[in-house]
């Protein structure tokens, strides 16, 4: 069974802090992919990045960047100088690696409010 | 990545009564699924609508409340049924498929139902 924990349910930062969102995952596959989610008030889910099992590089993306570790089956998500439009709530997800034939499980996610 | 139009985007309802949503793809899909994400939850998966056959309901949820038709690769509906309170939720289309290099590894979702039944 997979498993995908978000211990932080909510956080409040200052604007232009930096702040880490954090996921820890269970699974005993052997290969699998790795989401973030973005749930703006709104409600629609906007696609953030996904990880392949493969893949331990850290990646940038702007003012996004995720740090995967293997060893302690984390993915996390870090936010730098953070900005108002960033206030949502984050969904870590997890799926096999089976093209895309089986349901993503989802985390509790974590509710971000940046404080102007 | 496919787009996907999912309609309505929110309604209010009955106790009672039922709701069909629907879920247009513009692309064919290899795989289609429906999400519920009730109040201040996360998203848990109801089913997954299959081509030409019935769907295949994860544990908890039934045919009989949550009937889905995927008559092709691009569209498939879901209807609450017999609707009560504890049905206010945001109910979520999400699709797999294949581009042009092979299964992108992307799940894509809709904008949402949220539906509230009163």
């Known amino acids: 069974a997979q498993k995908v924990t978000q211990a932080q349910t909510e956080i409040s930062v200052v604007e232009k802090e930096d702040v880490t969102l954090d996921c820890v995952y269970e699974t005993r596959d052997t290969t699998y992919y790795l989401f973030w989610y973005k749930q703006p008030p709104s409600g629609e889910l906007v696609f953030l990045i996904r990880r392949n099992s493969f893949d331990e590089q850290n990646e940038i993306s702007g003012r996004y960047s995720w740090n995967f570790q293997k060893s302690t089956s984390s993915f996390n998500f870090t936010i730098t100088a953070s900005q108002v439009v960033d206030s949502a709530v984050y969904f870590c997800a997890l799926s096999p690696d089976n093209f895309g034939n089986e349901k993503l499980t989802f985390g509790t996610g974590t509710r971000l409010t940046i404080i102007p | 990545s496919a787009v996907i139009s999912q309609k309505p985007s929110r309604d209010i309802c009955q106790r009672g009564t039922s709701l069909t949503i629907q879920c247009q793809v513009d692309?064919?899909?290899?795989?289609m699924f429906w999400y519920r994400q009730q109040p201040g939850q996360s998203l848990t998966l109801i089913a997954t609508?299959?081509?030409?056959?019935?769907?295949?309901?994860e544990s908890g949820f039934v045919i009989d409340k949550f009937p889905i038709s995927r008559p092709n690769l691009t569209f498939s509906t879901l209807t609450v049924s017999n609707m009560s309170p504890e049905d206010s939720s945001i109910y979520l289309c999400?699709?797999?498929?294949?581009?042009?290099?092979?299964?992108?590894?992307?799940?894509?979702f809709g904008s949402g139902t949220r539906l509230t039944v009163v």
């Open positions: 609508a299959n081509q030409g056959s019935e769907a295949t309901y």
């Open positions: 999400s699709v797999t498929g294949t581009g042009v290099e092979g299964w992108d590894y992307g799940y894509t």
């Open positions: 692309s064919q899909v290899t795989m």
